[in-house]
């Protein structure tokens, strides 16, 4: 039974698309995340919701908007990609407070 | 704020060497460690953290990493390489005073040789 769940696993679409990537955690976490992982593997925290709340929002571009419909669920949904949007975007959850940090397996995005 | 330098971005063992990774934190106040291995095309999964008890923390896969606040270093090492352990091996630190966000080393490819 997958912990932290995320679809699609791939995604390839053309610049100027809007898309939207879904994450779904059975845990019973409070706290859900979304990272950016690059071409280079770098890993960068995006944004961070707490029971639905917004609570990290890291300068991400605007056309970059999580949704949290309640604190099972936190989507993301990405307007006019561009080339430079394609990356594996990981959704990860906790406890609040707590270390203990559960990671979905990814989704690779391609913007062609 | 937080952050976090791991030496070399790709590290060549033989198998049966020792593996060292190394990794040094910056942070405000006492961190949360962790080291994470990825494999191929796959997500992170925890080797091991640091939570403030024991300095010496022992994770899965025979690998184990010290805490030494004197140094601001968490480095990871496991006595014998196996071939399964080639993969991306990543360092975070997280703070509550930050959100509990993970903020994660550049990381370092571990290759095998056999």
């Known amino acids: 039974d997958t912990a932290v769940s995320q679809t699609p696993k791939y995604l390839v679409t053309q610049m100027g698309n809007d898309k939207s990537i879904k994450c779904e955690q059975n845990l019973g976490h409070d706290t859900m995340y979304w990272y950016k992982q690059d071409s280079k593997k770098f890993l960068k925290i995006m944004f961070s919701?707490?029971?639905?709340?917004?609570?990290i929002n890291e300068t991400v571009p605007n056309r970059f908007s999580p949704k949290s419909p309640d604190k099972a669920h936190l989507n993301l949904h990405i307007n006019s990609l561009e080339l430079g949007d394609s990356a594996v975007y990981f959704c990860a959850s906790s406890q609040q407070g707590g270390v203990d940090y559960t990671f979905g397996s990814g989704t690779r995005l391609t913007v062609v | 704020a937080q952050s976090v330098t791991q030496l070399g971005s790709h590290v060549s063992v033989s198998e049966g060497a020792l593996v060292l990774l190394r990794c040094n934190y910056s942070?405000?106040?006492?961190?949360?460690l962790f080291w994470y291995v990825q494999y191929p095309n796959q997500g992170l999964q925890l080797l091991l953290k640091?939570?403030?008890?024991?300095?010496l923390v022992k994770g899965i896969n025979g690998f184990e990493a010290e805490f030494k606040k004197s140094e601001t270093s968490f480095h990871l090492t496991k006595p014998s390489a196996h071939m399964s352990d080639a993969a991306e091996y990543f360092c975070a630190v997280s703070e509550k005073a930050a959100g509990n966000k993970l903020t994660f080393g550049g990381g370092t490819r571990v290759l095998v040789k056999p």
């Open positions: 919701y707490n029971n639905k709340e917004l609570i």
């Open positions: 942070s405000s106040v006492p961190p949360y």
């Open positions: 640091y939570t403030s008890a024991a300095t």
